[in-house]
């Protein structure tokens, strides 16, 4: 029984300790969080764990402490708005199936978060997750657009 | 936010169950389900394809299948731009294959495969817009007693000029659905689009970028457990028996059951419950004659195919034994290309509810029609008694177009759990195992030069799988596969060989393997494309001569063909030197209709070579949402380059070695090269656009290795076949 902030809301989670916090969340209705592999290669279970982008499959619910906070795609766009990836994403079309972009968005987000005008090298180490459907133009576009579109209003 | 504690789901009454379940198929009925007669009540259907409500919304029924290549988007255009209806009004619901079963097929194939989601239903889907068009009309006509050609439509406004009169399509709706269909339904010059043709945004963005989309994974409803399945790993192998006594009294777990003989799956409330008691599950497997199988196997097999006396032929032109023996000179190389696995970012997975008298399933699939036969054979009831409600796939590129294999079991595992929804999930590394792969060849090419370095005589082998032996025998053709020959057909509107060659042979020696072989994005064009493009410019070297001078010469009966890859010369600048430390490949292909070239643009530094820039062209005929076609070559390209770079499936003791990504790499951000897209249809015919770019991307990089190296990489991929590493 783990006391968690997830998504702005504190809540008590029971499940087995060992269960992955990906499928904990997913149970939890939250299910914008993707399975893709279970062994933290394609991102697309990305979620921030005190703002840092993690790979939710391979992490255990027990590693977590009290009091921790997680946020998922549902929750990236602060007070019901939408983030300037999200944003960004919808301009230039970016999803063609759209089932890693979830995960996408919340490392793209982590990264703008330390490197608001992040470089193409920066964008590369970043961003390792997988896109089947082969969206990496558009989502590299996608960052530097958010990245304008923060700059703008900041 | 609803908190779903494993508790509430633990040990709960059968009666408990029903009374859930029936309460979320009522809603169903009213939601997903919906039997066309009911949802015609509020808002009328004018035809099969268009449904307007009152406040004017417009309905466009999409059935081909949305699987993130943008057909949705693109046929919506099609129909709407007949329709004249208002775009920004324009939503989309799919029909099911049960409701398409019960109306005679009104919606025509769901298959989706083959880059054909326009291609093949451009023409009766810009008919079922035009005759809603003329029916609505003709219901405000009526109205007012004038002629329906005296009324002019704009935006889904309907005007009559002489009386000043004005409605609109919600208002006429449902006179207009009480009309006769029009008989002879005049189409619109495709230069007259204003919503077709154009580069729209994509209907289906919004959803995919909050979360809320929801993919086969993601369906739910009330009572619902969880299956996870392991099936026998070894091919030709199966179920001997098994001992789940280890799990007997674990949280959670509902039952254990055999699967068609083939696997054990257990069912929990949650699917991490089922996946971790399946790893504690003592099973043994009668292992089958191909126990002991390994690539080394398959590729002796293939190896004898390439000189074998007995093969089938595609194409054939003069005399090429005689063309060869009477040449200046002679050219032979001996390329091999291996298994692919397609994996789509969502593994297989699909919902079951088996009634004993129903059986619904949710699913992605990518031929919804074939997933239905699948839950009619597997669950021994009548059609009219199935459905199959479709949801957004997490990737297809042809897995999920012919084998339902994962709806097949978890239509076993329902029945096993009548009246309780049981989703099956597929783990990464089941999905891994039992693929439907890229099949494996070989090819051996000899061509013969003349003094002046013209070709005078080609002989292409291909030795190794047919996808049809696999997936469908009854349809090859005495024995020969077609579809080997994709893109190298003497004629034709799929794939035609441009090449003019006086003495021509290309011939395929069936050889197949034990692994289920099945269509993989671009199919057979993949390797075909690699062969022959790297085996061209192999030539062109042998003759002196540039690769683009070269194949133009060869070209000059193949208009299409030559002015895809003279675009790409000319915006490479290819008559000029390219920068520093860049070395540039060109190849051209044609597939699917549609007519494609690339140049890749690589370097080569330390041993790495990275993939600069792509340019490329492609001519499918028509264009209805450019923007979503550059998509496409982005991401056909990303498909391509992927397996030419890492994919590999490999055999060993009959089983496939590669079980997760970190062993079976793919293609990442930092890979992926520039792509410049030039979309050039011609207006003269239909082609696909999901596929065929991906064939040029990989020879074309390969042409620029061997530009860089002066060596020749022949068999794929490079990371295991050469000294190069990927940048």
């Known amino acids: ?154 | 936010m609803t908190k779903m504690s494993q508790s509430t789901l633990a040990n709960p009454s059968r009666r408990g169950f029903l009374a859930q379940t029936s309460l979320v198929m009522g809603a169903f009925s009213l939601g997903f389900h919906i039997p066309t007669a009911e949802a015609a009540a509020p808002s009328p259907e004018v035809n099969a394809w268009v449904v307007i409500k009152p406040d004017d919304s417009v309905i466009i029924r999409i059935a081909r299948q949305e699987m993130g290549q943008g057909t949705l988007t693109g046929l919506a255009q099609l129909v709407a731009e007949e329709l004249e209806c208002d775009w920004a009004k324009v939503t989309t619901e799919q029909p099911t294959p049960g409701q398409n079963a019960a109306r005679g097929r009104v919606w025509g194939n769901y298959a989706t495969g083959g880059s054909r989601g326009i291609r093949d239903s451009h023409l009766y889907v810009r008919k079922g817009g035009a005759s809603a068009r003329m029916m609505l009309v003709a219901a405000a006509a009526k109205t007012w007693n004038v002629p329906a050609s005296d009324c002019v439509v704009e935006k889904g406004v309907i005007t009559h000029k002489a009386s000043n009169r004005r409605t609109t399509y919600g208002q006429v709706a449902e006179l207009a659905a009480t009309m006769e269909p029009p008989k002879d339904i005049a189409l619109k010059d495709p230069k007259t689009w204003t919503i077709a043709g154009k580069p729209l945004p994509r209907l289906d963005t919004v959803a995919k970028v909050d979360g809320s989309q929801i993919y086969s994974m993601d369906f739910t409803m009330p009572g619902m457990l969880h299956a996870a399945i392991t099936n026998c790993p070894i091919f030709g192998g199966s179920l001997k028996s098994f001992d789940a006594s280890k799990i007997a009294n674990k949280p959670g777990i509902k039952k254990v059951v055999a699967v068609d003989g083939m696997g054990v799956a257990v069912i929990a409330d949650t699917w991490w419950q089922a996946k971790s008691a399946l790893e504690q599950v003592t099973i043994v497997w009668n292992e089958g004659p191909h126990a002991k199988l390994s690539s080394a196997d398959i590729a002796a097999t293939l190896k004898e195919g390439l000189t074998a006396k007995e093969a089938f032929v595609g194409n054939q032109a003069g005399d090429v034994k005689a063309g060869l023996a009477q040449a200046a000179k002679t050219v032979e190389a001996t390329y091999s290309f291996p298994y692919q696995h397609h994996a789509t970012m969502e593994p297989m997975n699909a919902t079951a509810l088996f009634t004993g008298t129903r059986c619904d399933v949710w699913t992605s699939s990518q031929n919804s029609e074939a997933a239905l036969e699948t839950v009619v054979e597997a669950s021994g009831l009548p059609v009219g008694q199935c459905d199959v409600t479709r949801l957004l796939l997490g990737g297809g590129f042809g897995r999920r177009a012919v084998s339902h294999d994962y709806v097949r079991q978890s239509v076993l595992i329902a029945k096993q759990m009548p009246n309780v929804p049981v989703k099956l999930i597929w783990s990464r590394e089941e999905d891994m195992l039992h693929g439907h792969y890229h099949p494996i060849t070989q090819c051996k090419l000899t061509a013969g030069l003349d003094a002046q370095g013209n070709v005078t005589a080609f002989h292409m082998r291909i030795s190794g799988q047919s996808i049809l032996s696999s997936i469908n025998p009854s349809r090859l053709q005495n024995g020969r596969d077609p579809s080997t020959f994709q893109g190298l057909n003497p004629d034709g509107t799929e794939g035609v060989f441009g090449y003019a060659i006086p003495n021509l042979l290309i011939d395929h020696a069936m050889r197949n393997p034990p692994l289920p072989a099945g269509y993989w994005r671009g199919v057979n064009n993949n390797q075909n494309a690699l062969y022959l493009e790297s085996f061209i410019d192999e030539l062109a070297a042998a003759a002196g001569q540039d690769p683009l001078a070269f194949r133009q010469k060869l070209l000059r009966n193949s208009p299409k063909h030559l002015a895809v890859l003279n675009a790409v010369a000319e915006k490479v600048g290819w008559d000029k030197p390219a920068p520093k430390g860049i070395f540039r490949g060109l190849s051209q292909h044609m597939g699917y209709g549609s007519y494609v070239a690339a140049c890749a643009e690589v370097s080569i530094v330390d041993q790495k070579v990275k993939v600069h820039r792509i340019v490329a062209a492609t001519n499918p005929g028509h264009a209805v949402n450019p923007q979503q076609i550059e998509a496409q070559i982005d991401g056909s390209f990303a498909y391509g380059l992927s397996a030419l770079l890492y994919g590999e499936i490999t055999i060993k003791d009959g089983m496939v070695e590669q079980q997760n990504f970190d062993t079976y790499e793919l293609l990442r951000m930092a890979q992926m090269p520039k792509v410049e897209s030039i979309v050039m249809p011609s207006g003269d015919f239909w082609g696909g656009v999901g596929e065929p770019t991906i064939f040029v991307a990989a020879p074309a990089v390969l042409n620029a290795i061997a530009a860089a190296t002066g060596k020749r990489i022949r068999n794929m991929p490079i990371q295991s076949n050469s000294d190069l590493k990927i940048a």
């Open chain 1, 1 to 154: 029984m783990a006391q968690l902030v997830i998504n702005g809301i504190k809540q008590t989670v029971s499940a087995d300790p060992d269960t992955p916090i990906l499928w904990v969340l997913r149970d939890l209705g939250l299910t914008g969080t993707k399975y893709g592999c279970g062994v933290a290669q394609c991102g697309a279970c990305t979620v921030h764990i005190d703002g840092e982008a993690v790979r939710s499959c391979s992490l255990p619910i027990s590693a977590l402490q009290d009091g921790q906070s997680i946020t998922t795609i549902e929750a990236l766009g602060a007070g019901g708005k939408l983030h300037a990836l999200q944003k960004a994403w919808i301009e230039l079309d970016v999803p063609q199936c759209g089932y890693c972009q979830s995960g996408q968005l919340m490392a793209a987000a982590a990264l703008l978060t330390k490197s608001p005008n992040p470089s193409d090298a920066e964008i590369d180490e970043a961003m390792t997750n997988i896109c089947r459907c082969g969206t990496y133009n558009r989502i590299r576009a996608g960052i530097k657009h958010a990245a304008a579109l923060l700059t703008k209003k900041a």
